[in-house]
């Protein structure tokens, strides 16, 4: 009875992990290699585990938890927000988490809810320029607004404008939360979150979490580890003006709705050993008028013959992607076809466009001056073709907020990293980590003409980056990032080559 009590409370406290922080994500790939067995950890995110949390408790009730959230950053050269990059950068981060638990179904195979709330209110202040970039509220003088952090694949956010006591600023806000139905092996959440779909933790070919969180539906089922289906839906946000409807404000001010894009995406994975796994997918993008019916709600079909019956209106992915574990050593890869033709397959004229991706890990540990050491080796590579992210409709181009779904550099572009990583760990807690990384970017001109070649087109942007970052867990769970960079880039900044000091002091929220 008592074993029965801790295993019940133990998956009790399980949920989504919407802000994991990218050294935990490293941290669990570490431990999957050396288990040498497939974990949905490194292929689906977020994914369920414990969301007991060592921060200090408003509420301190079993059931419900109320976090006090905080961040402070700086950058001598603004973290690449924009275009005048480099600008040094002070960002200020507080914020607010809200979790509930609720067991729904007692017993050996329990049933319970879970969910989280999350408000981010941020603001980010030029020290040495003014920073004043406008905003992006959808309007037909602002309707393709630039990004924040386009070139930073490490930051993501979809709304932004100046502040307005001094002009020396902007605001950009986030709120991100979920509620889940979950099982031994299941479950079923609604919410707006960051999700990825892929093995790599940088950015995946088909939905990476290096675009802004969004609202979405999502499944996950597993069977006894052989077999997990998941299928996700969600609203992207388009930017496009809808110009058949015109709002005035009180001030006479001329405002616009945006037509509404729409993602589909359900993949089912083969864990073929414990040590081999092979996933398929298909992913539709689609202006959300055109599924109005049950066309791609019902993940037990394919989206490509559905596609067909549907005029061919839409946007079709197809794609697979696969880990292999071998002696502390994983191999991962997959690619992405765009809009493909089965029967035209090898002709040259035909539409099927492409994106590629492979890595290699390895893991190593060693003990030094008494101190347990885990280490990673990782390199990836990841490219593609200009018309892959792109559409004859622009509705149906796989963005949201004008950032890439899937590979963070979009189309026309080759991505390139090479890091070594060590955690110092201590009762099995992470202590401290150096992070050794090189990272080589081209971008080109993603474009739907097809006589274009992979960065065959003039004007390539590149961005190289040596860095080193370090990160150490403070007292009361406050984490402390240090980052030196040299950045060497062209046709991306107000100048092409400088050195980067960067420094986070963190409180339950994610770098």
């Known amino acids: 009875m008592i074993i029965m009590f801790i295993l019940i409370s133990t998956l009790f406290a399980q949920g989504l992990n919407i802000k994991e922080d990218f050294y935990s994500l490293i941290y669990k790939e570490i431990n999957t290699i050396k288990s040498n067995k497939i974990s949905e950890d490194i292929y689906i995110y977020p994914t369920k585990e414990s969301i007991k949390k060592e921060y200090f408790d408003f509420y301190n009730d079993s059931n419900i938890n109320i976090y006090p959230v905080m961040g402070l950053r700086y ?49 980010a202040y030029g020290l040495n320029k003014d920073l004043n970039m406008g905003n992006t509220i959808g309007n037909q003088e602002n309707q393709n607004s630039y990004p924040i952090f386009r070139y930073n694949n490490n930051f993501q956010y979809g709304f932004y404008r100046d502040v307005k006591d001094n002009n020396n600023g902007i605001d950009f806000d986030e709120t991100i939360g979920y509620t889940s139905i979950l099982g031994n092996n299941f479950d079923i959440s609604i919410g707006k979150f960051r999700s990825s779909l892929g093995p790599s933790i940088y950015s995946n070919l088909s939905l990476s979490s290096t675009m802004p969180s969004f609202n979405q539906f999502r499944a996950n089922y597993n069977y006894k580890d052989k077999v997990i289906l998941t299928f996700i839906f969600g609203d992207l946000h388009s930017n496009i003006i809808d110009s058949s409807y015109v709002y005035e404000d009180e001030i006479f001010d001329n405002k ?98 492409f994106a590629r991706q492979i890595g290699y890990s390895k893991v190593f540990n060693f003990v030094l001056l008494k101190q347990n050491i885990d280490g990673i080796l990782k390199y990836e590579y990841s490219s593609a073709e200009p018309q892959v992210y792109t559409h004859k409709f622009d509705i149906n181009i796989p963005s949201h907020h004008n950032y890439p779904i899937g590979l963070w550099s979009g189309g026309d572009s080759i991505d390139k990293r090479l890091s070594i990583l060590f955690f110092v760990i201590k009762n099995r807690k992470e202590q401290f980590v150096i992070n050794l990384s090189l990272q080589n970017t081209r971008f080109g001109n993603p474009n739907y003409d097809e006589e274009l070649s992979l960065l065959g087109s003039d004007n390539i942007k590149s961005r190289d980056l040596i860095s080193i970052q370090f990160k150490k867990t403070l007292s009361y769970s406050i984490n402390l990032y240090f980052k030196v960079g040299y950045y060497k880039t062209e046709n991306l900044y107000s100048e092409d080559n400088f050195l980067d000091f960067s420094t986070s002091l963190l409180y339950n929220i994610k770098n």
């Not at 914020?95 to 509930?100: L, S, V």
């Not at 490509?304 to 994983?330: C, V």
């Open 75 to 123: 950058s001598s050269t603004g973290f690449e927000i924009n275009q005048e990059t480099p600008n040094s950068i002070i960002w200020i981060s507080p914020g607010i988490e809200f979790n509930f638990n609720q067991i729904l179904i007692n017993s050996i195979n329990p049933i319970w809810m879970s969910g989280a709330f999350n408000f981010f209110k941020h603001s």
């Open 256 to 353: 616009y709705p945006l037509i509404n894009r729409r993602i589909y995406n359900h993949r089912i994975d083969f864990n073929i050993k414990k040590n081999f796994r092979i996933g398929l997918y298909e992913q539709i993008i689609s202006m959300s008028d055109n599924t109005g019916s049950l066309s791609y709600i019902n993940p037990f079909q394919f989206f490509w013959s559905e596609q067909h019956q549907n005029n061919d209106l839409d946007n079709l992915q197809i794609g697979f992607d696969f880990d292999y574990l071998y002696k502390n050593n994983r191999f991962y890869g997959g690619m992405l076809i765009d809009e493909w033709a089965p029967y035209d397959t090898f002709n040259q004229s035909s539409h099927n466009w």
